[in-house]
């Protein structure tokens, strides 16, 4: 299987980062891979994907070189102190859950078609982002990072494979929940099979698709959740400039996840500032120790708006618009829209205050949003209590953390209130649009790192059992098992709409966008996706006969320059029956051509 492959070069990559910065494996696999990852951005940016996509195999080669270098010198004494543990485990049973879970995937979500699914293909084809103006990708506007991993997969099939982009998405997420595995001796193998378990099962209480859609909510919680664990870390790290190091890549790659990334990103850096505020450290710093921490601070900076400024700079130059636009009804600006809230505006206020009250009813016992935040604190409170830092002695209480993250939940909502006010359109923030999956993408990074402070001690072993027990209770009752163990997502659960795909193979997306129609509105989400790298964007109902003919045929020739029937209706043929000299026939795609100065659909031979 050509993944493997794929698995091969970067994983010679990780190993020889955790020798070469002689630190445990477990510790230095993510953030190798989010600098792969940002690697790969920087160069598509400049050269294009494929320069990118033979780079990484360059580089893995000089590491490979690296590492037979480094065994022939020093010996394997490195290679068994940082490779050889229950974080190397970890990862390679992850592969093994990944291939598994992998094997047959096709997207079958919305975002997936709209977006995710849609712009790997066009970066396939284009060599290009998603942003470009040839691109058939809707959300141009969104950074790239987490389609970067499912499109070098992708790259390593002659055509384009469907599952090959859930090997990247799920390589990114197991790879991001292993700092944890740095932790565990040698010998403590129940300690590693029950970590392992726990943070397995986490992000799939908050997002039951966690392992089965190509959605970044999950990576942008665990970035989220590392971010916190680094700025709240005590111990070697501290004051090192390796941690500020990787606050820049991950605040960068954050920024590159989606568009509120930034917003996470800051909102983690407000959290680190609050409890610098509220602690009273009297932790002395040497010259030279100060001096390293603002010269990596300042590179952590530098990182992180390179990061921002490139890809703004980057859909200038495509001319795509930015997300980071207000919508107001006049010119007075921002504050005055805020004091003179309209009906509707209001309304939604009440209705993003009510929904933290709401039941989701997606397991055995409904959980609210309110209570996810209780739960939050009472397990955060057990959690830190289990484990004293006697490095943090002249510190406050530990469990001010807690306090501090259901403070940074308040900045957060607040913020989201306020996109749904004046960023997202009315008809949006009348259902409050993602609601549920924008709030739990906080909440599981704030878990992330609560289980962090869980996974560093051992001692207090009736704590321990204490909160194992309260986590397996909460999972049992509130995940919806059969949502994540449903088997429906495969090739063959979508091979009614295998017609479709065939479309793209007569059209040349450069200068071609098809339209379609069909009695099926599902199918349009799709077929969009199937297309791609072809434009698409005319859908019609074939129930809808309201036009009269010419009128629909200038809207046909207007929209695209191939039409597919999907399905029709009696009605629809004896309307527009007339442009169709070849007969209407469902599942053909027809050609718009002229005829006599008159438009007609000329069926497109097999």
């Keep these: ?34 600098c792969i990852i940002l690697f790969q951005y920087t160069l598509g ?12 195999f360059a580089l893995s080669f000089v590491c490979l070189i690296q590492l037979i270098v480094h065994i022939a010198r020093f010996g394997w004494g490195d290679i068994r102190k940082y490779l050889l543990n229950y974080g190397l485990l970890a990862f390679l049973l992850s592969i093994v859950i990944i291939l598994a879970l992998s094997r047959g995937r096709v997207c079958y979500i919305t975002d997936e078609y709209s977006h995710w699914g849609t712009v790997v293909k066009n970066m396939l084809y284009f060599d290009r982002f998603g942003s470009i103006a040839q691109s058939s990708a809707v959300y141009k506007t969104y950074p790239p990072a987490g389609s970067l991993l499912p499109y070098f997969f992708a790259r390593f099939y002659p055509q384009f494979n469907e599952s090959s982009m859930y090997h990247g998405a799920l390589l990114l997420t197991f790879t991001l929940m292993l700092p944890a595995f740095s932790t565990i001796e040698k010998g403590e193998r129940g300690r590693f099979l029950l970590l392992f378990g726990l943070m397995f099962f ?44 990787i606050i820049g890549l991950y605040s960068g790659f954050l920024a590159l996840l989606k568009p509120f990334g930034i917003g996470l990103a800051l909102i983690a850096f407000l959290l680190y500032l609050l409890f610098k505020v509220f602690s009273r450290n009297t932790q002395s710093v040497s010259k030279s120790s100060s001096r390293s921490r603002i010269s990596s601070s300042i590179a952590a900076i530098g990182i992180f708006l390179f990061c921002v400024v490139s890809w703004q700079i980057n859909l200038a130059i495509c001319g795509a618009k930015s997300l980071f636009m207000f919508h107001f009804s006049d010119s007075s600006g921002m504050i005055s829209q805020m004091v003179h809230l309209s009906a509707e ?55 001010s953390y807690v306090w501090i993250l259901i403070a940074g939940y308040i ?9 749904y006010l ?73 091979a009614e709409l295998g017609q479709m795909s065939s479309v793209s193979k007569t059209l040349d997306p450069a200068k071609d966008s098809v339209g379609m ?69 469902d599942m053909t795609l027809y050609r718009v051509a002229k005829r006599n100065g008159s438009v007609i659909l000329q069926k497109v031979g097999d």
């Design 45 to 56: 940016l400049f050269f294009g994907l494929s320069v990118a996509f033979y780079a990484v």
């Design 517 to 585: 129609v069909s009695t099926d509105g599902v199918k349009t989400r799709a077929f969009s996706y199937l297309v791609a790298p072809v434009k698409s964007g005319f859908f019609w109902n074939a129930a809808d006969t309201g036009d009269s003919v010419d009128r629909w045929a200038k809207k046909v020739e207007s929209s695209c320059t191939y039409l597919y029937i999907d399905s029709t209706t009696s009605d629809f043929s004896a309307a527009y029956g007339k442009l169709f000299p070849d007969g209407i026939e």
């Design 202 to 245: 986490l992000p799939i209480v908050f997002f039951p698709y966690a392992y089965s859609t190509l959605y970044v909510d999950v990576q942008m919680a665990l970035v989220f959740g590392s971010l916190l664990v680094l700025y709240f870390s005590g111990g070697q790290l501290a004051l090192s400039r390796d941690k500020w190091i």
């Design 345 to 399: 505006q209001l309304s939604t206020i009440q209705r993003f205050i009510m929904r933290h009250c709401a039941f989701i009813e997606n397991g055995a016992v409904p959980f609210s949003v309110l209570t996810w935040i209780l739960t939050l604190l009472g397990l955060g409170m057990l959690a830190l209590q289990m484990s004293p830092n006697r490095e943090e002695a002249n510190s406050k209480p530990r469990i």
């Design 411 to 419: 900045v957060y909502a607040a913020c989201l209130l306020v996109a």
């Design 1 to 34: 299987m050509r993944s493997i492959a794929a698995y091969i070069v970067l994983f010679i990559i990780l190993m020889n980062a955790s020798v070469l910065w002689k630190k445990r494996f477990a510790f230095v696999a993510p953030v190798a891979l989010v």
């Design 422 to 494: 004046f960023i997202f359109t009315q008809a949006e923030a009348n259902y409050l649009a993602s609601f549920d999956r924008y709030v739990f993408t906080y909440l599981l990074g704030a878990f992330v790192f609560i289980f962090w402070q869980f996974a560093k001690q051992s001692d207090q072993r009736s704590l321990r059992v204490l909160f194992i027990s309260l986590f397996v209770l909460i999972y049992l009752a509130v995940t919806p098992f059969l949502k994540f163990m449903s088997p429906g997502y495969s090739q063959e659960a979508r």
